[in-house]
């Protein structure tokens, strides 16, 4: 893996993060699936913008199937379950459990024969989440039912993005970035517009999550999934998942800062378990120039 595709897992990372306090924020207002279907619609919307002004064509009516059940498993279930949570759980709790993705990635991508479950990325994953461990010191959260229940749906999101790579990869590999990061989030919106719209009078908007479901759409939806499926063009999708192990890093520090959630010592020596197990998924090796995607 080249420097420059390492770098730009770490900034994917670093707003990806961001994005758990601003659910946060916005979740409460919008409620789960208000907020998902906005945030898709804002970045449908973007994305379209986009593709009028560069004038790409769009992917052919016989991809639209397949676009909308990537949209399914990387857009939609992620954004509602993660949302709900956010409900309930701390903004760092829900970015350390998102960092199960890139192990769910590894089986999935191993499942289907698109690539070798190798020593390397399975000791990778296991450091990793042992950076996760010590990076999951916040403070005590009182076990309850509803904190059980969002937990696991974080869990359940993270493996849905996971799986869901695999697809991703392959739009990428059958249409432009710029195109299918278009169509999915069109499809996301589309399936979402419903329970999207019986929220409506729940709904109670206020400016700080107004701005906060602006940032989510525009920003970490619409140009970081474009982003991210330009990456996923150039290396595999356990490679490009890994950055998941990176979120945690950013989403406590994030939600120490703007939410006042707490952070610990455990976080450094965290934070390096975490960087050095995405660098083993990714191939990313520091003293060489460049390494070949594993």
Do not use: D
Not at 86 to 96: I, Q
Not at 116 to 143: D, E, K, S
Not at 169 to 181: D, F, G, N, Q, Y
């Amino acid at each position: 893996m080249k420097a420059l595709h390492f770098a730009q897992l770490v900034a994917l990372s670093a707003l990806w993060g961001a994005s758990f306090p601003l659910i946060r924020i916005a979740a409460p207002a919008f409620g789960p699936f208000g907020l998902a279907g906005l945030r898709c619609l804002l970045a449908a919307i973007v994305l379209c913008l986009v593709i009028a002004v560069l004038r790409h064509r769009w992917p052919p009516r016989a991809a639209w199937p397949m676009l909308t059940a990537t949209a399914v498993l990387t857009v939609v279930t992620p954004f509602v379950l993660f949302n709900w949570a956010g409900l309930v759980l701390p903004s760092g709790y829900s970015a350390v459990l998102n960092a199960t993705a890139p192990l769910f990635g590894v089986f999935a991508a191993a499942i289907v024969g698109e690539e070798r479950m190798t020593l390397r990325r399975i000791f990778g994953c296991g450091l990793g989440f042992a950076g996760v461990a010590l990076l999951v010191q916040l403070g005590p959260v009182a076990v309850t039912g509803p904190v059980v229940l969002a937990a696991l749906a974080c869990t359940v999101a993270a493996a849905s993005f996971g799986f869901g790579a695999i697809l991703m990869r392959r739009a990428t590999i059958a249409h432009k970035p710029l195109p299918a990061s278009a169509a999915i989030h069109v499809a996301a919106a589309a399936v979402l517009m419903l329970p999207m719209g019986a929220s409506i009078p729940a709904m109670r908007p206020t400016s700080g999550a107004v701005l906060a479901l602006a940032t989510l759409g525009i920003v970490t939806s619409g140009f970081m999934y474009l982003i991210s499926m330009r990456l996923m063009r150039e290396i595999s999708a356990s490679a490009a998942t890994s950055s998941a192990f990176m979120i945690p890093l950013f989403g406590v520090s994030w939600g120490g800062l703007f939410l006042g959630e707490p952070v610990t010592a455990g976080m450094l020596p965290g934070c390096l378990l975490v960087l050095i197990a995405t660098a083993l998924i990714t191939g990313f090796n520091p003293f060489r120039r460049a390494l070949p995607a594993p």
